[in-house]
């Protein structure tokens, strides 16, 4: 299957610092990228859709200032958490598809804490 | 907006048990995905369905894909350890977003 990267894997951060998180689809062109957050032992939560060149579109309840997503490629979205809070600490893992297929290919996610 | 329920939460079996997990959309889906996440792992593609009463074995495992598009099933015969997981069922509506409501999952345990 594709392969979905992410980077970090994981990270630590102060309160109130922003923390960029990068998903690359590797072996494809990536038309739509999502965004979601898994608590744990939670089901995944979409976060945003976001396809290359154009505005994300978020979810109800996704602060769009707070949570920045850039898709400046179709290999690569950028999500930015800004001025992140100990609520925020998270696994944050994105997906990709590409034009042909209806399934999303997983990137491996980033683990987020917030202290 | 769409509600994607799955049931049980958890679910414990001794190996050489079956295993079934059930999906139910609050609206008709365009089409049902089911993936599996390891612990500590990511959510990994298993199978799509698209028709209505569609039917789809891989080895041990079989999917089913109600007549009304509104619910879906995921049966494991004779479970083995490697199956521990949690298995998420998404469903698309339709549009062109391409966007899925994933299930809360069902956390299967295997007791060797």
């Known amino acids: 299957g594709a392969v979905v990267s992410q980077h970090p894997s994981w990270v630590i951060c102060k309160s109130g610092t922003s923390v960029k998180i990068e998903c690359r689809s590797l072996?494809?062109?990536?038309?739509?990228m999502f965004w979601y957050r898994q608590f744990p032992k939670q089901s995944l939560m979409l976060m945003a859709t976001?396809?290359?060149?154009?505005?994300?579109?978020?979810e109800q309840g996704v602060e769009k200032d707070k949570f920045l997503i850039n898709h400046a490629s179709l290999t690569l979205s950028t999500l930015t958490v800004t001025s992140a809070h100990p609520e925020d600490s998270s696994f944050y893992i994105c997906s990709a598809r590409f034009s042909s297929y209806n399934e999303q290919f997983f990137g491996p996610g980033t683990r987020l804490t917030v202290l | 907006g769409q509600q994607v329920m799955q049931i049980p939460q958890y679910q414990h079996v001794q190996e050489g048990e079956d295993f079934t997990t059930y999906c139910n959309s609050s609206t008709t889906l365009s089409n049902i995905q089911w993936y599996k996440q390891r612990p500590g792992g990511h959510p990994v593609f298993l199978i799509q369905l698209v028709k209505s009463g569609e039917v789809k074995k891989q080895k041990r495992l079989t999917f089913q894909f109600g007549e009304a598009k509104k619910n879906s099933s995921l049966h494991i015969t004779a479970t083995q350890t490697t199956d521990v997981g949690t298995y998420f069922c998404?469903?698309?509506?339709?549009?062109?977003?391409?966007?899925?409501?994933f299930g809360k999952g069902t956390l299967l345990t295997v007791n060797p």
């Open positions: 998404a469903g698309r509506s339709g549009g062109s977003n391409y966007k899925l409501t």
């Open positions: 976001s396809n290359e060149g154009s505005k994300a579109t978020y």
């Open positions: 072996d494809f062109q990536a038309t739509t």
